[in-house]
């Protein structure tokens, strides 16, 4: 009896913390998938809860569409709406002042690049340029669209923070117990594979996307609405309304604009990536990448994703 007990004895104190590796790892996959079920549920009711008393009747402006996009996109529907509106000619300098009834259908966005356009030579009418003079109405249009529910805010990321926490703990609590296992010179492999797996739930988790349900919803419908108004159906954008151009722009990006005004987006910069596509991409000169919408069509010049799922097996340490 002394022999096996002592045998026993040693054999616990061999194992890290008094708990086997591969009984550790069970109980760590365990605690995984629980965690990322939480969080992955969470994230799901955060981004299809919709806070906003908004009324999505209301359709969005052109700019205001373009912002779903991203944060560039608005700029090239700024440059076709005042295209749109006679108010530039080809090389981007301003034409004429825009009336009174122009000022009340035209987006901030739109008037601030003009007073900007007024002042600025032919080498600062590019769309980086733009961009820059007009950052102001463009945060405040990210902000109106935030608080009005198409956009996701701070309370949002807020609380897809809080939901990958407890992917968050796992991982540094296995973190610990790995460099415990190195220490006691424990394999620790199979435990290292379920960090990096609970590493990738966390920020999938975490993530926050562009859009909430209610922008999704949004810009599905501004598509479906505006199918007319895609560059490969060759639409004659003066016959729908001076607004029509800059609508396309917001939807389907810079190809509308050299199909518009071939000179006017060669003044500034604009470059047609994908732009004739359903999904609608754009670059400007002045920015080596573009991002995107959640979802719902939108698209970018370069893209990434990855997937994963929660669970293992083997020694952990």
Request: some cysteine; charged content about 15%; overall charge positive.
């Amino acid at each position: 009896m002394v022999p096996g007990t002592a045998l026993a004895a040693s054999r616990i104190a061999a194992d890290t913390w008094g708990i086997s590796g591969p009984q550790f790892l069970a109980g760590y996959v365990l605690l995984g998938l629980a965690a990322a079920v939480y969080g992955f549920t969470q994230r799901a009711r955060i981004i299809r809860t919709d806070h906003s008393r908004a009324h999505l009747a209301t359709a969005l402006s052109p700019v205001e569409t373009a912002m779903l996009f991203d944060d560039r996109r608005p700029v090239l529907a700024g440059l076709a709406q005042l295209r749109g509106h006679q108010l530039i000619d080809s090389t981007g300098a301003p034409t004429r002042s825009p009336s009174g009834t122009e000022q009340q259908s035209l987006d901030q966005v739109s008037r601030s690049m003009h007073r900007y356009m007024v002042g600025a030579d032919a080498r600062h009418r590019h769309v980086g340029h733009l961009a820059r003079a007009s950052r102001e109405s463009i945060a405040a249009l990210r902000n109106s669209l935030t608080d009005r529910g198409y956009l996701i805010g701070g309370e949002q990321r807020k609380a897809l923070l809080l939901s990958a926490l407890p992917l968050w703990a796992l991982l540094v609590f296995g973190i610990v117990r790995m460099f415990a296992g190195i220490a006691n010179r424990h394999p620790i492999g199979y435990l290292a594979l379920a960090l990096v797996v609970v590493l990738s739930c966390a920020f999938l988790v975490q993530r926050a996307p562009r859009l909430t349900r209610r922008g999704r919803i949004a810009k599905q419908e501004s598509m479906q609405r505006n199918g007319h108004l895609r560059p490969n159906n060759a639409p004659a954008y003066a016959a729908y309304g001076p607004d029509s151009a800059a609508m396309a722009t917001a939807l389907f990006g810079a190809m509308v604009l050299w199909s518009l005004d071939p000179g006017l987006a060669g003044a500034t910069g604009t470059l047609a990536a994908g732009g004739a596509s359903g999904s609608g991409g754009s670059c400007s000169s002045s920015s080596s990448n573009c991002s995107s919408g959640d979802s719902g069509g939108g698209s970018s010049c370069s893209s990434g994703s990855c997937g994963s799922s929660c669970g293992g097996g083997g020694c952990g340490g």
